[in-house]
């Protein structure tokens, strides 16, 4: 045999075992179903991600390939889906989207050593001892601390109730609130619950009133605040309501109407806002997408995947794991760093304000 | 004293609006014997109503606010009556002379029916008009406390004003209110005496369900926001209501309605707004233990 032809030989056998030896990156998420947009979002995100870090010559000169899972926001296919990802062996997940989908799915991946990155923002997806999740995202009951600590700093002078709607969500999310706002020095004049569900709240907004509040910080969702805010216009209160994320509600506007300016909220932070990302974002409207909602989380979770492999030189849990622990990471929506459960130290929450029908941050 | 004051005003458009439930149930009581559960929720379709008639006016940009609300009273008030026979008619004629548990069963069966024939049509999200008037009145200031009469507020009352006249005026000095009150009376001797009860029904009816029409408009001018269960707690509400009045005592339900109303605002003004709800099913269960007439009915008197 020629040497010619034995090179020629060895890369015939060798050519698929490289195609073998790509990254295989299992992306989970609600593509199609109720919130097929967000998983629309997801996808655009990773592919753009894939093929960015592919044309640099992938990750430790192997290829990332796709493969998508479809979930529909349903726990039951959810974990068929996670089944089929692991028989697949995919080595990392992006996913899933819907807390209640991510819950049962890790579980399955932690049994198969894979580690996942996921958008998913109930606290019960990192308090379960899973040592394999990473959440991207903040959590919701982390957004009452940054409630409390802006409402400390912001309205120093005035006098701000807390209320909720005795709710899970709201009712967490009022007590942190308060919590912070205690640790900041700010002692709430106030602190009650309201029934969600009903109509009438004129009793406790005129109670509002008497106490001299200027600001109510709220646990619940958009359609009380509505009310609270018609009805504390009625007794001639100029009330302003901060609450958590239902307040992105475009329904509270319609309920509201002008009443709405005085809503101020928190939301996870735009990433396409984030100086770092500015040339990724230039590159997907380049293409014409629009890198909204999850497309820039996606586009994080991969470029993680890729600097924590480089960093781990392989994708092996034993190996992989303590880098993500451990590690900082820059990614398109910021630099990431995990606490032992997996959740972000620095979880971003930026402060919006509704103005005129459409929200943005507040100064 | 300004706080007390401002949670009066409160209590008083929140009570107009039970009141005019509250008629309803009473009305129906007086003259057929039987609850009404299905009333809450003809309310409920008199605020959709309002609501859909609303959307349109703004669709068509009708103009000033007082037009549009005279459209949606008018819309609400016309369909929801419709409802109002229709229920009769379909559910509870046919069951006259029926022991008394059917006709009560099928009032249970007719709230079920409209409040998933709304949430099919209608789709289960809220749905919302936004302020038609914004701010109030300021009636007195003391102690850095303005009393504020909210303008939607004083509507709410003023039209509840102008309603229950008109309706005391029909029930006390025309030919149909004697005939109502006749058959409330007597329904066999009524009908010897050539009263047609069947129609004096349906109309005792239609009138609850223009009421309850009212007092849906009412709910979205100063609430804004409806969903297709709303009914249930406005309805049981609002028997309460008519039982503290006195079930069967016209002017009984829109006591009723009032003390209502006005002891949630001071419930919520004064003790845990949490737990108003508490207050108001409590005053039901102490009316039937001590005081089963309630305030101004007169006591059942046996026939022999």
């Not at chain 1, 506007?253 to 996870?268: I, N």
């Not at chain 1, 480089?310 to 303590?322: D, H, M, N």
């Not at chain 2, 300021?138 to 008109?166: E, H, K, N, P, Y």
Request: charged share 20%; proline share 4%; hydrophobic share 45%.
């Amino acid at each position: 045999m020629t040497p010619l032809r034995t090179l020629a030989l060895a890369a015939g056998l060798a050519a698929p075992l490289l195609a073998h030896a790509d990254w295989l990156v299992g992306v989970a998420g609600p593509f199609t179903g109720q919130y097929a947009s967000a998983g629309d979002q997801i996808k655009k995100g990773a592919e753009a991600a894939a093929a960015d870090i592919n044309a640099k010559g992938g990750v430790l000169g192997q290829k990332i390939k796709l493969e998508y899972g479809d979930d529909a926001c349903d726990p039951k296919q959810a974990v068929a889906v996670a089944n089929a990802l692991v028989n697949k062996k995919v080595q990392f997940v992006h996913g899933h989207w819907c807390s209640s989908s991510t819950i049962p799915a890790s579980d399955i991946y932690n049994d198969a050593d894979i580690l996942m990155a996921t958008v998913s923002t109930n606290p019960q997806v990192t308090e379960r001892g899973l040592k394999n999740i990473f959440r991207i995202m903040g959590r919701d009951d982390q957004q009452g601390s940054v409630i409390g600590q802006w409402i400390a700093s912001k309205f120093k002078d005035k006098k701000v109730a807390v209320l909720d709607d005795k709710s899970a969500y709201g009712k967490g999310l009022a007590d942190e609130i308060a919590k912070a706002m205690k640790a900041a020095g700010k002692e709430p004049v106030l602190r009650e619950s309201i029934t969600a569900g009903e109509k009438d709240y004129s009793g406790i907004v005129t109670r509002l009133k008497n106490a001299g509040v200027d600001v109510l910080a709220y646990g619940g969702y958009h359609t009380e605040v509505a009310l609270l805010l018609r009805q504390a216009d009625q007794v001639g209160l100029p009330l302003v309501v901060v609450g958590g994320d239902t307040m992105t509600n475009s329904e509270l506007v319609t309920a509201a109407g002008k009443l709405a300016d005085r809503v101020y909220f928190t939301f996870t932070p735009d990433p396409r806002k984030n100086p770092q990302a500015a040339p990724i974002v230039e590159r997907f409207r380049a293409a014409k997408i629009e890198p909204e909602g999850y497309v820039l989380y996606a586009y994080a979770a991969l470029q993680l995947f890729e600097q924590a492999v480089t960093q781990a030189g392989g994708v092996e849990r034993a190996k992989l794991e303590p880098v993500l622990r451990k590690g900082k990471f820059d990614t398109a929506i910021g630099t990431l760093e995990f606490d032992e459960k997996g959740d972000l130290k620095k979880p971003a929450f930026a402060i919006y304000k509704w103005t005129g029908g459409r929200y943005d941050y507040a100064e | 004293m300004g706080y007390a004051l401002q949670q009066l005003i409160n209590g008083l458009s929140l009570g107009a609006m039970y009141g005019l439930i509250a008629i309803g149930y009473t009305m129906v009581y007086g003259i057929i014997g039987m609850i009404n559960f299905a009333h809450g929720e003809i309310y409920m379709i008199g605020a959709f109503l309002s609501v859909l008639t609303y959307v349109l006016c703004t669709a068509l940009g009708v103009g000033p606010t007082p037009l549009v609300l005279l459209a949606m009273l008018f819309a609400s008030i016309t369909f929801t009556a419709l409802y109002g026979w229709a229920v009769e008619r379909i559910a509870y004629r046919p069951l006259r002379g029926a022991p008394r548990l059917a006709p009560l069963i099928s009032a249970i069966g007719m709230s079920i029916f409209l409040q998933n024939y709304v949430q099919l049509t209608q789709g289960a999200r809220i749905k919302s008009v936004p302020p038609l008037w914004q701010g109030g009145v300021t009636l007195w200031s003391a102690d850095d406390f303005r009393v504020t009469f909210g303008w939607a507020q004083l509507t709410v009352v003023l039209v509840t004003l102008i309603v229950m006249a008109g309706f005391a005026w029909m029930i006390t000095r025309t030919a149909f209110g004697r005939q109502q009150r006749a058959c409330e009376q007597d329904p066999k001797m009524a009908a010897l005496l050539g009263i047609d009860v069947d129609r004096t029904i349906s109309l005792t009816f239609i009138i609850g369900a223009a009421l309850a029409a009212v007092a849906g408009v009412m709910t979205v001018l100063q609430y804004g926001v409806i969903d297709f269960s709303i009914g249930f707690i406005a309805g049981i509400k609002a028997f309460t209501a008519a039982v503290l009045g006195g079930i069967g005592s016209v002017p009984g339900a829109m006591l009723g309605g009032l003390l209502i109303g006005f002891v949630e605002a001071f419930w919520s003004a004064y003790l845990s707004p949490e737990y108003k709800d508490v207050a108001t099913f409590s005053i039901l269960v102490l009316v039937l233990l001590f005081r089963p007439t309630g305030l101004l009915g007169k006591p059942d008197v046996e026939k022999v």
